[in-house]
């Protein structure tokens, strides 16, 4: 267990300003080595109910995904694994998913700019990359309840964001068993909501396919990746933010 030692500003000798700055500094290195090197602990076999969060009718959310599929259908499970799929009923069957966000932005960090670390040096996206996904707007046709699993929520299970939202990819296994809990243990619940790790403060919705269809949700547009040039334009604009390149 790591400790910390609590210092107060009022007694140290340093500047107030330059105290919080070196404070800020500590806790986040901690949760650096905590998202890398620390294992995700199990959910409990009984979670306390999640704090629910309900997706309004007539919202219009964002979805980067694969030009081969439309806006609104659901992965049964394939390809790799992501933070929370995939994942299955008590019988064992898989259950399908659909990824979106609030903001094209934040669909972006979190699928084509998901695997860039802010250490990496020459961030580089392959223009290949670009051109094999779509972007769909998506209005949700009815309201759909979500577990919400912002920091405070988190705290309703003594875990942190850190625990389940920031961790690398390697301990994906452990955080979908999360997911796999609060849909087994609340048939209400629908889906998940957390804010992006890659482009805070947006919201990620993860939606379960057994409790929510494709015909749940509008597709009011769709760009293709090798058609539209808009849409890499609008990929390339959202890069810059984080100096990343789309390169050949």
């Given amino acids: ?44 076999v009984r979670l306390d109910p999640p704090n629910p969060f309900t997706l309004e009718q007539g919202l219009v959310i964002n979805r980067v995904h694969s030009r081969n599929y439309l806006g609104n259908s659901f992965n049964p499970g394939l390809g790799s694994p992501t933070r929370f799929s995939p994942i299955a009923d008590v019988g064992g069957k898989l259950i399908s998913t659909l990824y979106a966000a609030g903001t094209l932005e934040a669909a972006i960090y979190e699928t084509i700019f998901h695997d860039i670390l802010a250490s990496t040096l020459r961030k580089r996206v392959s223009l290949q990359l670009v051109l094999s996904e779509a972007h769909s707007k998506l209005e949700v046709k009815r309201s759909i309840k979500l577990a919400s699993l912002r920091e405070p929520d988190l705290m309703k299970w003594r875990i942190q964001r850190s625990d389940l939202i920031t961790t690398s990819p390697k301990f994906y296994a452990s955080t979908a068993k999360w997911a796999e809990a609060i849909h087994r243990q609340f048939i209400d619940i629908e889906g998940l909501v957390w804010t992006s790790n890659q482009c805070d403060p947006e919201a990620v919705y993860l939606f379960f396919g057994d409790r929510v269809s494709s015909d749940d949700f509008r597709v009011t547009l769709t760009r293709d990746g090798r058609i539209s040039s808009s849409f890499l334009e609008d990929v390339e604009r959202v890069g810059e933010r984080s100096g990343i390149e789309i390169v050949l």
């Fill in 1 to 44: 267990m790591v400790g910390l030692m609590v210092l107060n500003p009022k007694t140290v000798s340093v500047k107030p300003k330059k105290f919080f700055t070196l404070l800020n500094r500590s806790q986040n290195r901690l949760s650096v080595r905590r998202s890398i090197s620390m294992p995700v602990r199990n959910p409990p």
